[in-house]
């Protein structure tokens, strides 16, 4: 099983629908992140988390809520789904401590109609 | 906007070593290197970082200049399963990691 896990895989939803992006890890990590990736372009951060209590906007959170469950469990809403939304969101973890390495999950491809 | 500055794409034999250079002029001594590459729409994978010195791993080597103001990561024996998009990020110890652009690398046969 992966070490970072991301639900949907991929989703299709129309404009106004509320969609939630459900990431989890195995890991032990204090901070995760979540980022967006548009075709051609690289990750862009969405929300970053460093505990639980310790949630903090990124370059463009506009549109996006998350919610830090648990220390596994880090999720992105997005309240009124809108096209320009549709994109490669990806779940990312690290530990607290130290200069460690981010670790992606998979990916969650979402269409927005 | 990601603080580092990387070519858009270059082109590598199979078999030679790839050179992928990043300028990061705006780097703090407390801020680290990172390198990162994606294989299509593949999570990003962790190669290599550092801070000062250079560092080599089973995937790679940075060579990190005097002043840090530049850096340049090595594949030494390119493959094609190395063809993929390589990120070089400049972050401090709290991770507050930025993805640019990055480099698209070809290794051709």
């Known amino acids: 099983d992966a070490d970072v896990t991301q639900t949907p895989r991929n989703r299709i939803t129309k404009t106004g629908k509320r969609i939630m992006l459900e990431c989890s890890q195995t890991?032990?990590?204090?901070?995760m992140y979540w980022y967006r990736q548009d075709p051609g372009l690289g990750l862009r951060l969405i929300y970053y988390s460093f505990d639980v209590k310790d949630i903090n906007k990124g370059e463009i959170s506009d549109g996006y809520s998350v919610s830090r469950q648990a220390q596994a469990k880090f999720s992105l809403s997005l309240e009124s789904a809108i096209p320009n939304q549709t994109a490669l969101y990806f779940c990312?973890?690290?530990?607290?401590?130290?200069?460690?390495?981010?670790?992606f999950g998979e990916g969650s491809r979402l269409t927005v109609l | 906007d990601a603080k580092t500055t990387q070519p858009t794409s270059m082109d590598c034999a199979e078999g030679r070593a790839a050179n992928l250079p990043c300028n990061h002029s705006t780097i703090s001594g407390n801020e680290y290197v990172y390198w990162y590459r994606q294989i299509h729409s593949q999570g990003p994978q962790y190669i290599i970082h550092g801070l000062k010195n250079n560092e080599t791993n089973e995937m790679a080597s940075l060579i990190i200049t005097e002043d840090r103001k530049s850096s340049t990561l090595i594949l030494p024996h390119a493959t094609l399963r190395d063809t993929a998009v390589y990120y070089c990020?400049?972050?401090?110890?709290?991770?507050?990691?930025?993805f640019g652009a990055g480099t698209q690398v070809v290794v051709t046969p």
């Open positions: 890991k032990g990590h204090d901070r």
């Open positions: 990020i400049q972050t401090d110890s709290w991770g507050k990691f930025q």
């Open positions: 990312a973890t690290r530990p607290g401590q130290g200069t460690g390495e981010l670790f």
